[in-house]
């Protein structure tokens, strides 16, 4: 199959400590999206999410909930099944790290890099932060404490089998060098390259004291670290070396939380360059959730349940908030009354009474809807498209919004409800083309609102394709409202 009419598109794996949360489903969110606008793309789609289920912080929690680790897994890796069903989200698989399919493949792969003489066994000392199952060195702690998340390090002193990652320092670079887009979005470039110049240092990649791990190919005693188990996932879902890896390696696009990216845009590829496979087009590090300046974590406490969110907003609504507030990339504060404004304003506002009013007069009208297509002009498809191939949801979000606001000025400034006959017609035709464009344009932000604009307009829902404007053949009836106004402060 050419290469072009494929697209694979990952979500970070999530740690099964406790249920899902605002922060993980904002990748997914995205994921589902981009996923959703290559298949009306008409794109062969590969989407694969999961679940990260070994490692120190995973068996804590099992620990602390007095339960064996795999009966803790297995319930909290089916409320990510449960919250994805609810958020809409249209993954073609679910990965677990205790797949026998995934130990397996992390076997095989381990085995690939010891034989090309890409590991040696020493030992490690340093410092280790739990929640982030990350290593650091001495010179890397802020203030004693962890870099990233600024909580309690601990000191390590074990055995150790080591990834020659200092090995792959030039070809890193050349690979960043030649790929304008491996490291998305652009401002996250720079930080990552000076780092890799800084040098790199060979990484720890097993662990003796954890034992909820995949067991080390050919020594007993040692457990691969999280996440080298980790990151194989994104090759082990496809059924590495053979089945659907065929098909849908190398990967489109990683997209991961900034704090996650040097494992994705560093280690990752030189365990690729090791094994000799094929690398992945894109890392995109999107920007976090905040809450009042600080990370929206589960640890923390500050952390937004989107499944209770759901209850009270739709599904489509917060889709489109996480989407809207801030561009993919940057940080963005988080709050219900934010969210209350963007449903006012843009949803209802914009978006639902363009279509209320335009199924209302257009259901009155006894006649043809024809005419000449005077509200194309404002329709920016290509550009659209362009933004989406960049991740760009926001811009993409911005154009559309502008064809949205179009629509409504057009009925104003004609005083479209006053009409008559071939005016109305015409005037109508723009207006249910401009309807039908919205539909398919919006579907992999709302799918359900996208679907109930379609039904009330009576037509099929549409592909990327059908975004120009042709013959308006549908038979509208006006259904419900597609968002209801909200209480606000
Ligand atoms: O890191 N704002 O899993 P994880 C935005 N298992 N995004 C957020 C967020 C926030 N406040 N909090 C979390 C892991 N995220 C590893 C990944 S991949 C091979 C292994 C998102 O459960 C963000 O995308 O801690 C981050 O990368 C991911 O959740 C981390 O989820």
């Given at each position: 199959m050419d290469k072009q009419e494929k697209f694979?598109?990952?979500t970070p794996i999530y740690y099964v400590t406790d249920a899902p949360?605002?922060?993980n489903t904002y990748p997914?969110?995205?994921a589902d999206i981009i996923a959703r606008w290559h298949r009306l793309r008409g794109e062969k789609v590969f989407f694969l999410t999961g679940t990260d289920e070994h490692g120190e912080k995973v068996q804590k929690a099992a620990d602390a909930a007095k339960e064996e680790p795999k009966v803790f897994v297995d319930k909290i890796s089916l409320r990510y099944k449960e919250a994805w069903k609810t958020l809409g989200i249209s993954y073609d698989k679910f990965i677990r790290t205790t797949d026998p399919e995934h130990l397996d493949a992390v076997a095989r792969f381990i085995s690939k890099l010891v034989e090309n003489g890409d590991v040696y066994k020493g030992q490690y000392e340093g410092w280790y932060c739990v929640p982030d199952e990350s290593f650091f060195t001495e010179l890397q702690l802020k203030d004693g404490k962890c870099p990233d998340c600024g909580r309690e390090v601990k000191r390590v002193k074990e055995d150790s089998y080591f990834f020659k990652l200092s090995k792959y320092q030039d070809r890193l670079l050349e690979l960043y060098d030649k790929n304008e887009d491996f490291l998305s979005p652009k401002l996250r470039r720079q930080e990552v390259i000076n780092r890799v110049k800084g040098g790199l240092k060979d990484v720890s990649m097993t662990r003796t004291t954890v034992k909820w791990a995949v067991p080390f190919p050919g020594d007993k005693d040692h457990f691969v670290y999280v996440w080298v188990d980790a990151l194989i996932n994104y090759i082990?879902?496809?059924?590495w070396p053979d089945g659907t890896f065929k098909v849908f390696w190398p990967a489109d696009v990683h997209i991961v939380g900034k704090e996650i990216n040097w494992f994705h845009s560093v280690i990752w590829p030189a365990m690729l360059m090791s094994?000799?496979?094929e690398l992945p087009a894109m890392i995109f590090a999107?920007?976090?959730w905040t809450s009042e300046g600080k990370k929206m974590s589960k640890s923390l406490g500050n952390f937004v349940d989107p499944v209770s969110l759901s209850s009270k907003y739709s599904v489509d609504a917060i889709r489109y908030f996480l989407m809207r507030e801030m561009p993919f990339g940057e940080d963005g504060d988080f709050?219900?009354?934010?969210?209350?404004?963007?449903?006012?304003?843009?949803l209802v506002a914009d978006l639902g009474n363009l279509v209320y009013r335009v199924l209302t007069l257009a259901e009155k009208f006894d006649g043809k809807f024809d005419g000449s297509a005077d509200l194309e002009k404002h329709l920016d498809v290509v550009g659209i498209d362009e933004s989406m191939d960049r991740l760009d949801y926001y811009g993409a979000l911005e154009k559309i919004w502008a064809f949205i606001r179009s629509s409504n000025k057009y009925i104003n400034d004609n005083k479209v409800w006053s009409l008559k006959g071939a005016e109305m017609s015409n005037a109508l035709y723009n207006l249910l083309e401009a309807c039908r464009i919205c539909s398919i344009l919006l579907y992999p932000f709302m799918p359900d609102t996208a679907q109930s604009i379609a039904q009330q307009l009576g037509v099929e829902m549409g592909t990327l394709k059908d975004c120009k404007f042709g013959a308006f053949t549908g038979k509208p009836k006006r259904g419900k409202m597609l968002f209801e106004k909200v209480l606000t402060k």
């Open positions: 694979y598109v990952t949360h605002i922060g997914t969110v995205a082990s879902a496809l059924g094994a000799g496979i999107h920007g976090w709050s219900e009354e934010s969210l209350k404004a963007r449903i006012n304003g843009e």
